[in-house]
T-cell receptor
Framework: DQQVKQNSPSLSVQEGRISILNCDYT??????FLWYKKYPAEGPTFLIS?????DKNEDGRFTVFLNKSAKHLSLHIVPSQPGDSAVYFC??????????FGTGTSLTVIP | DSGVTQTPKHLITATGQRVTLRCSPR?????VYWYQQSLDQGLQFLIQ???????AKGNILERFSAQQFPDLHSELNLSSLELGDSALYFC?????????????FGSGTQLSVL
């Protein structure tokens, strides 16, 4: 049972525009959320996180939004750059400290 | 460089065989996690160790086992290998298994079962 879902396997965006990656979850016990970025032949690297007590967290070009009522998480990248092209994984942690990852969204930023 | 080291990077073997994947966590990290990434699948949690003790189990098959040694490195043993076991296996580490703790991933071991 996939408790964290990323329904868009891929996304293409023009350089300079906004990239919006979406994530849905089913378990209301999740209380911390993270985004990881993965380049080919490398392991995922931490990008940004948000606690369930917040609805927004910003770090430079990256902003994560959390809508708890909709059980929805999104990552906004603005402006998008070619170096942002990677696979992005959404992850959630429950109160038992278990990490659950989505299936990933492959972002391509077109120069 | 995440500081998490996984060896080997690539492994090619035949069905029915047994392999061992090795992971050295970041210096100071006590917790080690193993994940499997198959084609079109997300990161499937297999097992977690904390300071030598098994902490949590995910979707790990009975043919698979793991352990964390006193020096905190971990090994994932995969036996009676099947074609479907072909995947990218990641190790990750964290200081403690806290709620807000980030995971640091190694670059993975690509296992191909022929």
């Amino acid at each position: 049972d996939q408790q964290v879902k990323q329904n868009s396997p891929s996304l293409s965006v023009q350089e300079g525009r906004i990239s919006i990656l979406n994530c849905d979850y089913t378990n209301s016990m999740f209380d911390y959320f993270l985004w990881y970025k993965k380049y080919p032949a490398e392991g995922p690297t931490f990008l940004i996180s948000i606690s369930s007590i917040k609805d927004k967290n910003e770090d430079g070009r990256f902003t994560v939004f959390l809508n708890k009522s909709a059980k929805h998480l999104s990552l906004h990248i603005v402006p998008s750059q070619p170096g942002d092209s990677a696979v992005y994984f959404c992850a959630a942690i429950n109160t038992g400290n278990q990490f659950y990852f989505g299936t990933g969204t492959s972002l391509t930023v077109i120069p | 460089d995440s500081g998490v080291t996984q060896t080997p990077k690539h492994l090619i073997t035949a069905t029915g065989q047994r392999v061992t994947l090795r992971c050295s966590p970041r210096s100071g990290d006590l917790s080690v996690y193993w994940y499997q990434q198959s084609l079109d699948q997300g990161l499937q949690f297999l097992i977690q160790y904390y300071n030598g003790e098994e902490r949590a189990k995910g979707n790990i098959l009975e043919r698979f086992s793991a352990q964390q040694f006193p020096d905190l490195h971990s090994e994932l043993n995969l036996s009676s290998l099947e074609l479907g076991d072909s995947a990218l296996y990641f190790c990750a580490s964290s200081v403690t298994p806290g709620v807000s703790e980030k995971l640091f991933f190694g670059s993975g071991t690509q296992l191909s079962v022929l």
